[in-house]
T-cell receptor, first 111, second 111 residues
Framework: SQQGEEDPQALSIQEGENATMNCSYK?????LQWYRQNSGRGLVHLIL?????REKHSGRLRVTLDTSKKSSSLLITASRAADTASYFC???????????FGPGTRLSVLP | KAGVTQTPRYLIKTRGQQVTLSCSPI?????VSWYQQTPGQGLQFLFE???????NKGNFPGRFSGRQFSNSRSEMNVSTLELGDSALYLC??????????FGPGTRLTVT
């Protein structure tokens, strides 16, 4: 089974609203990253949070990490139609050799 | 800096054939990773090359292979293609092996 599991699988909101996506994982990690993918294209790195960090911000993005619950959340504030995409979390396990991606959350921002 | 480039962008092959995909990383990046993305399995790690050596390998059959050249460009090869190999193949390069920069992908269709 996959290390990261995003929740919800799909999310539909109105422009200007906030969008929150969650990621849960199973084992201890070195870091967790969030990526965005526009339809059928390559992934774009959004933000990285290390295991000793609890919260990071980047523009309209806010990521939290709770290692005790093995979960992370990505908050996009004041969403725009251009934020419509799939969002993936990727974890680097402690002692692991590669990144494991979750199945993703499909976000639709309606104008 | 120019981004990660992948060629070709689209490919149609017949079962039993073989295919070679190419990836040119961002200048200065020595790590190149390959992923397979399908609707059913999501993003799955194939392998990672660093300085011409395979550093990590995912759980794929031996029909999937790769290599990296001295200029960091990488190729992956799939032999004896099966219908299930139809997917978006993504290449990602990295400077320090953490934050990955993805190419646009090669869409492979096996008929």
């Amino acid at each position: 089974s996959q290390q990261g599991e995003e929740d919800p699988q799909a999310l539909s909101i109105q422009e200007g609203e906030n969008a929150t996506m969650n990621c849960s994982y199973k084992t201890s990690i070195n870091n967790l990253q969030w990526y965005r993918q526009n339809s059928g294209r390559g992934l774009v790195h959004l933000i990285l949070i290390r295991s000793n960090e609890r919260e990071k911000h980047s523009g309209r993005l806010r990521v939290t990490l709770d290692t005790s619950k093995k979960s992370s959340s990505l908050l996009i504030t004041a969403s725009r139609a251009a934020d419509t995409a799939s969002y993936f979390c990727a974890t680097e396990e402690v002692g692991g050799q590669n990144f494991v991606f979750g199945p993703g959350t499909r976000l639709s921002v309606l104008p | 800096k120019a981004g990660v480039t992948q060629t070709p962008r689209y490919l149609i092959k017949t079962r039993g054939q073989q295919v070679t995909l190419s990836c040119s990383p961002i200048s200065g990046h020595r790590s190149v990773s390959w992923y397979q993305q399908t609707p059913g399995q999501g993003l799955q790690f194939l392998f990672e090359y660093f300085s011409e050596t395979q550093r990590n390998k995912g759980n794929f059959p031996g029909r999937f292979s790769g290599r990296q050249f001295s200029n960091s460009r990488s190729e992956m090869n799939v032999s004896t293609l099966e219908l299930g190999d139809s997917a978006l193949y993504l290449c990602a390069s990295s400077f320090q092996g953490i934050e990955q920069y993805f190419g646009p992908g090669t869409r492979l269709t096996v008929t």
